[in-house]
Structures are given as structure tokens and as C-alpha cells.
């Protein structure tokens, strides 16, 4: 009999407590993946951004939309990769995060780009890339910050939280004077804690790269412009406090962050929210391409599909789900380049490509409601013959939960379009799963999902 994982984790059980601070803010590492910021970002900027809050005055509901807007701040983040990489021909990853590190000012931006676009490409292609960026630079901004930060509010508003952390994840790139995007909000305009947060965000960055004195002239230098002077002020009174800047670099940064009040209220997550927060930063995984839209709505339908099949109970399927919902959360760390380019990776490129299930693992094993599912994102590209990746796992070595996880994961990568060809019949897919069952994948998991199409297709006619 195969093993199972289910029931065999040292997560909490069903009856332990688990806020919704601690686990968006461990889910929040996923985030930082898909901007190319260091681990952590996310937690430091909301570190940052509650101390400007409560110098501020700020009443304790407010410090708690305040706290929730930073932590989700790049919820929306992935929805942009796939159109950075068309349009300036470079890897979306380093992109983004190199262009947080120059200055405001729009010389400095058009400098950034010229120098960034497209320099592993032909002459001719960088040529036009540039005129076309030069030419329609801010339809183009606005566009790829409209796109992240309605797609980010979207996703806050499935995941229950208030018009006002909405409204402060999509009014993220507004700034005091007007000049932001995409709606060019002026002054107050700007919701509060969408300015903080973007303050928030600038400090950690320049706090991270080049140091405090750095991160202070830079927010400094914006005061007035992209931010109300009021809240710069704010800042540099908060900074002065004892173990400011300490807990930034601490070991114990996500003890401190979670021990905020915002993260001490009586917020107890339940298995429907769960759920919902497992299918929430689904979206966040399938928005980074066009490639996968839906593909892991799509693996969990097939997954279950499959356990149905296999007679596994209602609370097994309903682990297995959320399992499938976040397998791929390690794609954040890996380019568009890379995952929607048509030919065949490089070496450097599927070593990339083979590290993504690590990615997911690491993740999953930082939040404690998930912590028993991240072995089975870890080896969703096991083969049962041992020439998988990333462990190398063969026979017995693969739990039952995986092995209906691959079945289910290759089958929609064969039946959906990608960049290297065009969507196969489910027929033909269904041979190809049924010429490597025995060597790359079960052949009962395979048997079962044939069967459970076979049905559907069946209860349709």
C-alpha cells in the first residue's frame, strides 16, 4: 500500500489557533519572491509603516487597515511580470527590483530603462523596444500599475478585508503631489495608509541596500512630493525610538512584527478561511503568466477529481485541495522569461525552473496552517522511476497525495496552451499519462482521473 502524508505532519491540529496576521504575514514571503525583494521585505515594510501609523495617532482600527495594506501591498505584484518582460525585453524579477533603487525623479527612471531594456537582444529588437517605451512611457506605466494594483485590491476584497485596505493596496504608486499613477490622486486624495505604506516601502528598500542614512535622505527628498510632509516627519520621529532599525535586521523581525496589536487581535482563522486564503494566493501564483491562468484552479479540480475517484474522505480531499491551490507558489521566484519563453531552457534556466518546488516548500513551511501540504509542493515533479526534481524521489518514496498531485499537474500542462505549443486533446494527453504510468506517474491516479472525465463527460451529454 502506498503511504500517505495526511494525518502525518507535526502541523497544529485542527483545534490550534491560528491568526490571520501570522499566517498572511508567513504567506507574505511569497510576495516578496514575485518583487525580487529580499525574504522579509514585506514584514519590515510593515515594521516601518506601523511605527509612522501610530507616531501619527492613529486610532487602533486604522493602525489595523494600516498593518494588513503594507503586509498585502504586492498582492497584486505578479499580474504585471509576463507584460515587464514583453515590453522591455528583460527578466521582470531584477526589473522590479532594481528600479526601487534609484531615485524619484523622472530622469533617473528614463536613465534606468534605457539602460535595462533589452540587452540580451538583438539591436534592431532593443532599438524598437526603446522607441516604443520613449514614445508611450506613461500609457505604458499606467497601465502595468493599474493592472497590479487593481488585481491586488481584487484579491484583498476576496480575502474579507475592508474598502480601506483596498482602497490602500490600490492607491500604492498615488503620490501627494499628483504625480503618481494610475488615477494621479493629489494631497488627500491619497488614502492615508496607501502613503504610509509606499513610505514604508522606500525606507525598507534603501534602508536594506545602501543603509539608514540612505533610506532617510531618500524620504527626505520625497517629502512634498510623493509624500505628505507630515507623514516624512512622522518617520524620522519613529526612527529615533529604541530597536527602530534593530528589529529590521533581527533574527526575531517576525515575532516582532506578529506581537504588534493589530497581529494580538482575537482574529482566529477557521478551515473556510483557510480556503479561501489558499485559493487568494492561487491567484497571485496563476496571474504571473498567461500561460497558467487558472492552472491551479484547474490541478485542484483534477486532484480532487482524482481522490474522489480513490474514495479518499471529505477532509482528505479538502487538505489535498488546498495543496493543489498552492503547489506552484515557488513560480513567483522564477522569470517570465524563463517560464514563458517558446524555446527550450538553457541549462541556467531549468536549473531555475527545477528549483521552484523548493521555493513552494520553503514557503509553505513557514506558515503553520499549511506547514503539513509543503511536502507535497516540494515534490510535485517526482517521478516514480527517481529522474524527478528537485529530490530525486522514486517507488515508495512518493506518498499517495503526490503522486495524484503530478497526475493532476501534468495533465492540465498538457491540455492548456504554452508557449512552446498549443493545447493537446484530452485524449492524446491521456496516452501520454498512460505510456509513462509505471515509470513517471501512477497508473491508478491515472486510471482514476480517465475515469472521473469519463463520468463528467458522461453527466453532460
Known amino acids: 500500500m502506498v503511504k500517505t502524508l495526511y494525518g502525518r505532519s507535526s502541523a497544529p491540529s485542527a483545534e490550534a489557533k491560528v491568526t490571520r496576521a501570522e499566517l498572511l504575514g508567513s504567506l507574505s514571503h511569497a510576495l516578496d519572491l514575485t518583487e525580487g525583494q529580499p525574504v522579509g521585505h514585506c514584514l519590515r515594510s510593515c515594521w516601518i509603516g506601523f511605527h509612522i501609523g501610530r507616531e501619527l495617532g492613529l486610532s487602533e482600527a486604522e493602525l489595523s487597515d494600516l498593518f494588513y495594506t503594507i503586509l498585502l501591498k504586492d498582492l497584486g505584484c505578479s499580474s504585471n511580470a509576463a507584460r515587464i518582460c514583453e515590453l522591455y525585453l528583460t527578466d521582470d524579477l531584477s526589473f522590479k527590483r532594481d528600479f526601487k533603487t534609484i531615485d524619484g525623479s523622472l530622469g533617473a527612471a528614463l536613465r534606468f530603462v534605457m539602460a535595462k531594456t533589452g540587452l540580451e537582444s538583438g539591436l534592431a529588437e532593443r532599438i524598437q523596444a526603446m522607441v516604443n517605451i520613449l514614445k508611450n512611457g506613461g500609457q505604458i506605466t499606467r497601465e502595468l500599475i493599474e493592472t497590479r494594483c487593481q488585481r491586488g485590491a481584487e484579491i484583498a476584497r476576496k480575502m474579507r478585508f475592508s474598502r480601506s485596505v483596498q482602497d490602500g493596496i490600490r492607491a500604492l504608486d498615488e503620490h501627494w503631489d499628483g504625480s503618481g499613477k494610475p488615477d494621479g490622486l493629489l494631497g488627500d486624495e491619497v488614502p492615508l495608509a496607501a502613503n504610509i505604506a509606499l513610505l514604508a516601502q522606500v525606507l525598507d528598500i534603501f534602508h536594506t541596500e545602501q543603509g539608514r542614512d540612505a533610506a532617510l535622505s531618500e524620504a527626505e527628498a520625497r517629502a512634498g512630493?510623493?509624500?505628505?510632509?507630515?507623514?516624512?516627519?512622522?518617520?524620522?520621529?519613529?526612527?529615533?525610538?529604541?530597536?527602530?532599525?534593530?528589529?529590521?535586521?533581527?533574527?526575531?523581525?517576525?515575532?516582532?512584527?506578529?506581537?504588534?496589536?493589530?497581529?494580538?487581535?482575537a482574529d482566529v482563522v477557521d478551515e473556510d478561511y483557510l480556503d479561501e486564503i489558499a485559493a487568494a494566493f492561487s491567484d497571485v501564483v496563476d496571474a504571473k503568466s498567461p500561460f497558467t491562468a487558472d492552472h491551479s484552479h484547474r490541478v485542484m479540480l483534477y486532484a480532487d477529481?482524482?481522490?474522489?475517484?480513490?474514495?479518499?474522505?471529505e477532509p482528505h480531499r479538502r487538505w489535498l485541495r488546498r495543496a493543489a491551490l498552492l503547489h506552484d507558489l515557488g513560480k513567483l521566484a522564477v522569470s517570465n522569461q524563463i517560464l514563458d519563453k517558446p524555446g527550450k531552457p538553457d541549462e541556467a534556466e531549468w536549473e531555475a525552473i527545477k528549483r521552484h518546488p523548493l521555493h513552494s516548500e520553503k514557503i509553505l513551511e513557514r506558515v503553520a496552517a499549511f506547514k503539513d501540504i509543503a511536502p507535497l509542493a516540494g515534490a510535485h515533479h517526482e517521478r516514480l522511476d527517481g529522474?524527478?526534481?528537485?529530490?530525486?524521489?522514486?517507488?515508495?518514496?512518493?506518498?499517495?497525495?503526490v503522486r495524484i498531485l503530478t497526475v493532476a499537474d501534468v495533465f492540465d500542462a498538457l491540455t492548456a496552451d504554452r508557449p512552446y505549443r498549443p493545447a493537446m486533446a484530452q485524449q492524446q494527453a491521456f496516452a501520454i499519462l498512460r505510456k509513462d504510468s509505471g515509470t513517471a506517474f501512477d497508473g491508478d491516479c491515472v486510471t482514476a482521473l480517465r475515469q472521473a472525465m469519463a463520468k463528467l463527460a458522461s453527466e453532460a451529454a
Do not use: C, H
Not at 477529481?305 to 474522505?313: P, Q, R
Open 387 to 401: 529522474k524527478g526534481y528537485p529530490y530525486g524521489l522514486a517507488g515508495e518514496e512518493i506518498a499517495l497525495e
Open 225 to 265: 512630493t510623493w509624500f505628505d510632509p507630515e507623514i516624512v516627519r512622522a518617520a524620522l520621529n519613529a526612527q529615533e525610538r529604541p530597536a527602530f532599525w534593530e528589529t529590521l535586521k533581527a533574527d526575531g523581525l517576525e515575532d516582532a512584527v506578529f506581537g504588534l496589536a493589530p497581529a494580538s487581535e
Open 305 to 313: 477529481m482524482i481522490a474522489a475517484e480513490m474514495e479518499l474522505t
